[in-house]
């Protein structure tokens, strides 16, 4: 597997099955994409929930780009939701495989979540180049999701529509909605994948139960596999959940796309715990790998307007970073040792050089100096004296206090490790 650097997301638009302009991302990784993966996803939901920019982020993470759209009537997709029905939501993925086979390479890769994930079986057979497919909390049957309609059902039924309140917005339902999902039977599909299926559920799902789980696994033939989710939610809420489905996702689909090549990216020198080693990351440009201690990584780049892919924060950004990250712990801690009722601190922090002529209350009278303005936002139950005693204690964080004093830096050259 090769290192992880971050690649760049880019919001794009193509044609859906019925013409609409369907709202995209597609999140590419640094270099060369070993293949590209389509996710569709859950019920009413948008490209931009966690679970799904989490599993992106993951997979850019392996090599492989990942296309995130909006259905057509959802999110920032045109066209009215109330006309789309399952068969339009398996059209709009064929459109979307067809997109990038003519302008990027086929999609090898196919996951959905919930209803998108019975979406990507339906839709298989229809992307020949398609290697392996995820789903996540996926019904046996697109009929499932009907259940959150019962209560307006006989108004469909009679009108023909109804206003129907789903995840807590208002959604028109049509009857040709109900009558599609009721019609379409996945069992074929599932038994001619021909694919490599991976199925995640959670067994304490209240909105698809794990029986669909147990229906998808048995109808499928090998190479299949089962992941149960423990204790997850059905959308995954809980950042840990997501990530989880992410990494295995991840790890399992190099078996079937192969690992990213060694000469597109690589990982920076192990850390040692004291240690924070920043690497070029192989990609080109300025982008940098960069591990803490061994225990995080992540990568840092410069805008394009001065060179760089903006695959990462700029290292005045990092700096920046550093010094609100300080500040909000450090009020964190000052307030639960005066027990004060601090829900929540926040920092908000803008770098920038300016002249020193220009700054009455600096020492420095020549020249160019950095110059960083931060502005503090409390919430809570907090007098006036105490928040006045917060403001001073952010002056007292350790790295506010590294930046007002001499440092000194010793610069060596250390000899290559062999790889």
């Not at 997979?59 to 759209?69: D, M, N, Y």
């Not at 090898?108 to 019975?118: C, E, I, P, Q």
């Not at 908000?348 to 960083?372: N, P």
């Not at 403001?391 to 060596?412: F, G, N």
Request: glycine share 8%; net charge negative.
């Amino acid at each position: 597997m090769a290192g992880k650097t971050a690649g760049k997301t880019e919001r794009i638009t193509f044609a859906g099955s019925g013409g609409e302009a369907l709202a995209a991302r597609l999140d590419t990784p640094p270099g060369t994409p070993i293949a590209y993966a389509l996710f569709a996803h859950c019920f009413t939901c948008t490209k931009d929930i966690f679970a799904a920019s989490r599993i992106a982020a993951a997979l850019t993470e392996h090599g492989i780009a990942v296309l995130r759209f909006d259905f057509t009537g959802l999110g920032s997709s045109e066209g009215e939701f109330a006309n789309t029905n399952f068969s339009s939501n398996i059209d709009d993925l064929v459109a979307a495989a067809d997109f990038l086979r003519a302008g990027y390479a086929a999609p090898k890769l196919l996951v959905g979540h919930s209803l998108g994930g019975a979406a990507v079986l339906a839709a298989a057979s229809r992307v020949p180049e398609a290697e392996a497919v995820v789903t996540i909390g996926a019904p046996a049957e697109p009929a499932h999701v009907a259940h959150h309609m019962a209560d307006s059902r006989a108004e469909i039924e009679a009108r023909g529509e109804a206003e129907v309140l789903l995840v807590g917005r208002p959604f028109r339902i049509k009857k040709q909605f109900l009558e599609d999902i009721e019609a379409r039977k996945l069992e074929g599909d599932i038994a001619g994948l021909g694919k490599a299926l991976l199925v995640f559920h959670a067994p304490r799902d209240t909105v698809v139960g794990i029986d669909n789980a147990a229906r998808i696994f048995q109808a499928a033939k090998h190479p299949k596999s089962f992941v149960s989710l423990d204790d997850a939610d059905h959308l995954l809420s809980k950042h840990e959940d997501a990530i989880y489905v992410a990494q295995v996702t991840a790890a399992w689909a190099e078996r079937y796309l192969g690992p990213a090549p060694a000469s597109e990216a690589f990982a920076p020198p192990r850390a040692g715990s004291d240690e924070v080693v920043v690497a070029e990351s192989g990609a080109g440009g300025l982008t940098q790998s960069i591990s803490f201690g061994g225990r995080h990584a992540f990568v840092a780049d410069e805008p394009a307007s001065l060179g760089g892919a903006d695959a990462g924060p700029s290292p005045y950004e990092l700096l920046s970073a550093a010094l609100g990250a300080c500040t909000t712990m450090t009020l964190r801690m000052y307030a639960g040792r005066k027990k004060m009722a601090l829900d929540r601190a926040t920092v908000r922090l803008r770098h920038e050089k300016i002249h020193a002529a220009d700054c009455a209350e600096c020492e420095t009278r020549e020249g160019r100096i950095d110059r960083i303005e931060r502005e503090i936002e409390l919430t809570g139950a907090l007098s006036a004296d105490e928040r006045a005693r917060l403001i001073e204690i952010a002056d007292k964080c350790p790295v506010h206090r590294t930046l007002h004093s001499e440092v000194q830096i010793v610069t060596r050259e250390r000899e290559a490790e062999s790889s």
